[in-house]
């Protein structure tokens, strides 16, 4: 374990007694509790961090926070993994594992710097340019190539097993930032009595404040605005998009800091915030300046220098060039020369200093270069000197850090997330947010405020030097895209991929174009600056996703038989949210079989099935009979009380929307069915005609889908069997014939019975009151019912010749499906006019059929294309397709449903059923579709 | 036949029991179902009815809350739900009968869920858009809102706790929800309570 050669001094925010361990690319190192992994790395004297986007070049760190291009790397692994981690931000924990990133096979031996010597024949646009051709595929080809080349990090495939969340508040008002002018925005608004919310991205209020050499200021804000009961602090929480409505989405990494996560708690939690107003104190961004090989590591912020030598007690370097174009950067030479570091000089672009400069460089005692600029880093295996340009005189300063500062811009990043253009501080030479919406303001740095004047624009610098660290983006690149025409802002960005990385140019943007200013010869003000989108800094995948994974995605409807299906073999299958049993299949058993099996109990028995995912709907009122009549485009008003029918409903444009029952319980009083799939838009349809048609119209529609359980019981025995259960007298049949609906007592709880049949058999349909549901199936199961599921419920509907949602398409009318008789009442109602368009009543339309295999074996799939000719290859004209089939256990060979041209005036002809998927032909035989029972004796048996 | 006995069991099954969950300690919220809980709807058979409040308070004997809020009368939490819409919820028996508005039971289409503890309502904030802060939902307000993708008519009863009501399809949905957000704070399950 190597000891910590550059701490320096007591740092702020480490506490010394707490070594913590850690490894970076296998190797073991120790830092100190408070420690980031970057200042961790830096006591140890790791300069080199990570391997540069396209040039490979090799990289260190060049700032202390969120800005940080160069040092990304990977943490926790396998499925925890979260690369392009930046280490500014990574706080230190025990074993913490980081691998650094980009290169290959090593950090210090990578292959790809190759890429390097290489640069000056790959410049801005050079895959674009070079992979055009030959075909648009070709591109494809070398996409895959090229980004395995390129790119930082990599996702990793293991499933994600951390817990996220999601946690929505409000407040009067939200401050972004905390740092000096955050804190004072925060405890002014809190003192004023309003629910406030901070939020910062550090682990500690404080900003820039925590950075400097006297922190007592900071940390009695701090302590002023935690007496108040009314403010939550979000620490560890980067405010990451302003949205409209005044609301802000935040991450907070409520775990990353932890050597293990709590199971319980979430490793990150996104907020959305909603404020009745927001202050935005985001403070100031330091900008780098221009110089050859300005990337390597020892050339940094120098800002970061100062808040690495006082946060964290930790020298970036023994002896330092300082390059500046403002005062700040005096405070740097300050810091370090009161930690006992050497500075060699400053290098000051200004040709007159200001006041203050003139005053700290006395006190720091350092020697200054007025007018002058680094043109250029020499490194050799590191850092060695800054070569320097005064007058017209070259000098070289021997130093391993060259702390550079290109002024401050404020941090406008969210101000623009609303749209607005910044606005150019000529002074300051910086850009200002735009002006604000209502309910916005901005504190502090962000609005300019402390900031020192830059001078700017420096002088053009060489060709090599860096503009974006994390894009590989050189002055050259961005002179290569005036001469190419691309001079507008946006154009830049997208043909160099300036300030499109995962710093979104925080430290890269300004520079960019006020180099493209100076070439375009227009000042910066109007050349100005690229649009900034949410999010502020990457936030994983798993954090916008919260809690919504898994079970949780999308919620599992259940039927009150639902427990009963999953403990006796129930093969359950998705039916929209619902679960529902295709089969209960018992030992030897295939779903199939078991189907086949539970068919034949119902046409030989009784079987019962669980139907309580259809939809259900009251109709209540005077008008209610009216009201209906005009829905369904079956018969209402004469439907007496008591009395059931099946109710067929169409679109307004006269297509079928829906099928299902109408029973009449009272003269005002309806009790409705729709199937599983419309349930909810048959009654938003109702609901709109009720209040936007007809609003005069006294009804009340209200859905009742999960007040009842539904079971149907049919077979030749369920009227047997349900005497058994509540007495024969309740299913007498000239007191309870076929179509109708009868409330019965089961055991003391009130049944709605309504005696309809799908499957063609004599049956009933049992509404229970959801709780009892349950215990009613066991009984009608122990009194000798065999329980079927959707797939037997199919089988018998399809050899009645039943319609369903594959028949129900959208497309069909009714009298594309036979049903015309029951769309013909005299009364108006919706779509009944729209039927009679001549596209509606074309006699080639397809229509319902049967259909048997010629040979009474062969399996005739659904979606099969049936045509007149049997070369799948050359079949001829499409006559229409198969809907729904099955194996008939009733009729012993394999059936189908088809929408057919011509329909049953084809009755007799062979067709034949195509599935390509399969490579399957079928000749079939067109045939009614009621296959079975044609007369409906057995409804009565 | 005449032996036939029909039980009600609550949408909950076996995951409604009571018992500890989450994180260690002190349980800082807890979970109870109302079970059995009769839940009615009434309602205008003409939602533009003006005569609607005076028919509701002619048939529960009370006037009806405005909107957005709750009133208990007799035992039941009366919860405004819409636009001369009402539901009416009770641990006791509700038989309501008359024309003049349309009256719906909903006792088995409703699950009733009672979400109390210091860390209630940051359990909710993390599936609900609504500020639950007391002073802008008071005790008494109703607000219609989700958890996650589910559904819920949500009040703040005369404790301070959270009072909710679910379809049943979705109460297991809404219920693991609960405890899946509630696990962070440690959480209790007590049994299923009449009020």
Known sequence: MNKQGWRVG??????????????????????????????????????LMGRSFKYHRPRGLVGIGAEEPNALVAVRRPGFCEPNTRATMAELYDDLDAISQNRWPSLRFDMGAVNDALAPFIPAGFYYKTFMGPTRKAWMAYEWMIRRAAGLGAASREPDPSRYEKMHAHADCVVVGGGEAGLSAAIEAATAGERVIIIDEAPALGGWRLREREVNGAQALVATLRGFDSVTVLTRTTAFGLYDGLQIAAVERAQDHLPAFDAHTPRQRLWLIRGKRIVLACGAQEQPTQFKDND????????????????????????????????SAYQTALDLRAAGLDVAAVVDARETLSEGAAKMARDADVEVFAGAHVTRAIYKGGLRAAEIEQAGRIRSLPCDLIAMSGGWTPAIHLSTHLGGKPVYDEAGGFFLPPKPRPGIEYRGAMAGEGLDRAERPLRLAHDRAFVDFQGDVTVKDVKLAHREGYRSVEHLKRYTTLGMGTDQGKTSNLAGLTIMAGLTGKSVAETGVTTFRAPYTPVSIGALG????????????????????????????????????????????????????????????????????????????????????RIYASPVKTLKVGRARYGLMLREDGVVLDDGTLARLGPNHYYLTTTTAQAANVLAHMEYHAQVTWPE?????????????????????SKALLSRLAGEEAFDDAAFPYASIKIIPFGGVSVRVLRMSYSGERAYELHVPADAALSLWEALIDAGATPYGTEAMAILRIEKGHVAGAELDGRTTAADLGLAKLASKPTDFIGKRMQARPGLVDAARPSLVGLMPADGASRIRSGAQITAGQDARNPGPMLGHVTSACFSPAMERPIALALLSGGLQRQGEMLFAHYPLRDETVAVTVVSPVFYDAEGARLHA | MH??????????????????????????????????????????????????????????GVAPPPPGMSAQAN???????????????????????????????????????VVSGARAEQVLRKGTSVDLHPSALPEGAVVATRLGH?????????RGEFRMLVARSFARAAWDWLIHAAEEYGGRIDAAAGD
């Open chain 1, 10 to 47: 007591a740092g702020h925010a480490v506490d010394e007694a707490r070594p913590v361990r850690f490894t970076f690319d296998g190797v073991a190192y120790s830092g100190l509790a408070g420690d980031t992994l970057a200042s961790a790395l830096m006591a140890n004297g790791v300069r």
């Open chain 1, 296 to 327: 390597r590591p020892g050339v940094m912020l120098a800002g970061a220098v100062r808040g690495y030598l006082n946060q964290y007690g930790v020298a970036a370097g023994r002896r330092a060039v300082i390059v500046t174009n403002n005062d």
């Open chain 1, 546 to 629: 919260g809690m919504d994974a898994g079970e949780r995605l999308r919620p599992v409807r259940r039927t009150p038989m639902q427990d009963w299906h999953e403990m006796n073999g129930g093969a359950m299958g998705e039916s929209g949210l619902w679960r529902r049993p295709k089969a209960y299949v018992r030992d030897g058993e295939t779903v199939l079989s078991a189907q086949i099996r539970e068919a034949r109990a119902v046409r030989g028995g009784v079987g019962c099935v669980d139907v309580s995912t259809l939809g259900k709907i009251e109709a209540q009122g005077p008008d209610a009979a009216e009201f209906l009549d």
């Open chain 1, 697 to 717: 119209m006294r009804v009340s529609l209200v859905s009742v889908s999960d007040q009842y359980g539904a079971i149907a019981v049919a077979g030749p025995q």
């Open chain 2, 3 to 60: 032996d036939l006995k029909l039980s009600a069991v609550s949408a909950l099954g076996a995951s409604g029991g009571p018992r500890r969950f989450g994180r260690d300690g002190e349980p800082q919220v807890r979970l109870v179902e109302r079970f059995p809980c009769r839940v009615w709807e009434v309602a205008a058979l003409d939602a533009r009815d003006s005569a609607a409040a005076a028919a509701f308070s002619a048939l529960m």
């Open chain 2, 75 to 113: 035992g039941a939490d009366i919860l405004s739900i819409g636009p001369n819409r009402w539901a009416i919820v009770s641990s006791a028996a509700i038989a309501l009968e008359g024309d003049a508005l349309a009256l719906t039971d909903l006792s088995a289409a409703r699950s009733c869920f």
């Open chain 2, 150 to 158: 589910v559904a819920v008519t949500l009040w703040r009863g005369d």
